[in-house]
């Protein structure tokens, strides 16, 4: 049986975006496939009864100081974004509908995003800065619009989310390999062990 992490991600969350500059490398160096599996972290809390660590001021606070570790650690900049927390709703959407019908770009979709909020600061709840920043990258943002407007993404979303919810997630990042969990960027190295006894 071949090697897999389940990776879901919500676009919003800045320890997701930590979680992504490393996960390609490290399932690389375990030949692992990485399953993209994007939900909607508000649907996640509102299911399950957690809230955002920066709804606690001091715990988001120190959110904050222990992420920019974590990104000096790992050598990738991190930018939080004008009007954070953003809502992700048509960027969860849209991307969930390059997954579904054009899953070919949405690697390159992934990191134009993750990249626009967390390195370059952008709002990207702000359609004319969504598109701007579409645009930039080569991307039509009439087709993303389209795509997050359809029914059938609208749909596929929300019941990736339940399914989440199902298997006990409660936050982003989580990831899964076979039937183990672990939630956080910072338990990567718990991911890398399960794939090692794997082999």
């Known amino acids: 049986m071949s090697k897999t992490v389940e990776f879901f991600l919500d676009l919003g969350s800045p320890a997701t975006y930590l979680a992504w500059t490393q996960l390609p490398g490290l ?85 134009v995003l993750f990249e626009g909020l967390f390195v370059h600061g952008r709002n990207l709840a702000d359609p004319a800065v969504l598109d701007q920043t579409l645009a930039g990258a080569g991307f039509e943002a009439e087709m993303f619009h ?31 390999v076979g039937k183990q969990m672990f939630f956080g960027q910072d338990r990567l190295d718990f991911v890398e062990q399960a794939l090692a006894r794997q082999a």
């Open 27 to 111: 399932c690389a160096r375990h030949g692992a496939q990485l399953v993209y599996k994007p939900i909607l972290l508000g649907g996640v809390f509102q299911a399950t009864g957690n809230v955002s660590p920066i709804t606690v001021p001091a715990k988001g606070r120190y959110v904050f100081i222990d992420l920019a570790r974590y990104a000096d650690r790992y050598g990738v900049p991190l930018t939080l974004p004008t009007g954070f927390p953003v809502n992700t709703l048509t960027l969860m959407r849209g991307l969930t509908g390059v997954q579904l019908f054009a899953e070919e770009h949405f690697e390159a979709l992934l990191k």
């Open 146 to 176: 389209e795509l997050a407007a359809r029914p059938e993404v609208k749909d596929a979303l929300r019941k990736a989310t339940e399914e989440a919810v199902e298997r006990g997630l409660f936050g982003a990042p989580t990831f899964f």
